[in-house]
T-cell receptor, first 108, second 118 residues
Framework: KNEVEQSPQNLTAQEGEFITINCSYS?????LHWLQQHPGGGIVSLFM???GKKKHGRLIATINIQEKHSSLHITASHPRDSAVYIC??????????FGSGTQLTVLP | GAVVSQHPSWVICKSGTSVKIECRSL??????MFWYRQFPKQSLMLMAT?????????EQGVEKDKFLINHASLTLSTLTVTSAHPEDSSFYIC??????????????FGAGSRLTVL
């Protein structure tokens, strides 16, 4: 069964802290996306990964194909980073399967 | 970068009426668009994949006669919720796939449409 598990479900951090959100999946994939959903519902695609590591500003995404695991890191977190972060995986020819999301709250 | 415009952003309708939601790719051609639904505090669920010029592919459990999808051009896909009922109240989001740098598929999401059926 193609499954995507995200952890933690909820995360509260103080401004400036280093944050890690994890995503594990059950079988081989062709691509993994990290998405950010704002309180109003709008979604932004942060990264698409098939291997290795990507960095954009304070955001870093890594993927370990052998361990079927990806992490999203936020350095020097800020209250404006508060959002739901969603891991979405494409299993072979299928469409995206979404994780349940991580609600991140960064306190000033 | 790629922009996807979704309209309307919110709509309230009476039970039994039909509602159309539009998803447009503004500066690129999207041969494939996706429609998702999200209930409160739940994750996104893919409803259907819309391919330009052909019938949409619906996910298991999604009624194709209730959620009509039309992808008549490379820049526009529409989702029509027919005979809407209160249980159809949800947040509907579209995304479009475009070719990014070095041929990588890039997903761009619309802002979403919040449907409330009274």
């Amino acid at each position: 069964k193609n499954e995507v598990e995200q952890s933690p479900q909820n995360l509260t951090a103080q401004e400036g802290e280093f944050i890690t959100i994890n995503c594990s999946y059950s079988v081989g994939i062709s691509a993994l996306h990290w998405l950010q959903q704002h309180p109003g519902g709008g979604i932004v695609s942060l990264f698409m990964l098939s291997s290795g590591k990507k960095k954009h500003g304070r955001l870093i995404a890594t993927i370990n194909i052998q361990e079927k695991h990806s992490s999203l890191h936020i350095t020097a977190s800020h209250p404006r980073d508060s959002a739901v972060y969603i891991c979405a995986v494409r299993f072979s020819a299928r469409q995206l399967t979404f994780g349940s999301g991580t609600q991140l709250t960064v306190l000033p | 970068g790629a922009v996807v415009s979704q309209h309307p952003s919110w709509v309230i309708c009476k039970s039994g009426t039909s509602v159309k939601i539009e998803c447009r790719s503004l500066d690129f051609q999207a041969t494939t668009m996706f429609w998702y639904r999200q209930f409160p505090k739940q994750s996104l669920m893919l409803m259907a994949t819309s391919n330009e010029g052909s019938k949409a592919t619906y996910e298991q459990g999604v009624e194709k006669d209730k959620f009509l999808i039309n992808h008549a051009s490379l820049t526009l896909s529409t989702l029509t919720v027919t005979s809407a009922h209160p249980e159809d109240s949800s947040f509907y989001i579209c995304s479009a796939r475009s070719q990014g740098f070095a041929g990588a598929n890039v997903l761009t999401f619309g802002a979403g449409s919040r449907l409330t059926v009274l």
